[in-house]
């Protein structure tokens, strides 16, 4: 295909027909939303209010757990990538991944920062700002 060619490709179809697939803002948000609440919010700890997610659960595999956290994290900001997110915008989003791979990489103890930080929490509250200001009709309310 040629750069002068802009017909869709099959799969683009396909993806824009499946709901919550297609790269429309509306989309993308919800995929970061729930992106964000599996590595995050998974589950209650019972006894306790605090949410655990995927992010801290990888922690139990020494290095591959950290490495697999900070690509999962690395998913929000190609999407804000996608979005046409600035530079400035990414960069912070990709510090904070770093800071938690950083502080997850401590043996032994790196969970407990990692469930304190957050950066997909961070990096998600970036991306909203981000949609509400510059596609307001993507905004969901929330019970």
């Known amino acids: 295909m040629h750069a002068t060619d802009r017909r869709p490709r099959p799969y683009h179809a396909l993806a824009?027909?499946?709901p919550?697939?297609?790269r429309d803002p509306a989309s993308v948000r919800k995929r970061i939303?729930?992106?964000?609440?599996?590595?995050?919010?998974m589950f209650v700890i019972p006894g306790t209010?605090?949410?655990?997610?995927?992010?801290?659960v990888l922690d139990i595999l020494p290095v591959a757990g950290d490495i697999i956290g900070a690509v999962l994290g690395s998913y929000l900001v190609w999407e804000a990538r996608n979005l046409g997110m600035s530079k400035w915008q990414m960069a912070r989003m990709f510090g904070n991944v770093g800071i938690d791979f950083m502080l997850g990489?401590?043996?032994?103890?790196?969970a407990i920062p990692d469930f304190l930080f957050r950066s997909n929490s961070r990096n998600?509250?970036?991306?909203?700002?981000?949609l509400d200001k510059h596609h307001p009709?993507?905004?969901t309310i929330e019970n």
């Open 124 to 130: 998600l509250r970036i991306i909203r700002r981000h």
């Open 105 to 110: 990489s401590i043996p032994w103890i790196g």
């Open 20 to 22: 919550g697939t297609g």
């Open 49 to 56: 209010r605090k949410a655990v997610g995927l992010d801290v």
């Open 33 to 41: 939303e729930a992106m964000e609440k599996v590595l995050e919010r």
């Open 16 to 18: 824009d027909r499946v």
């Open 137 to 139: 009709e993507t905004v």
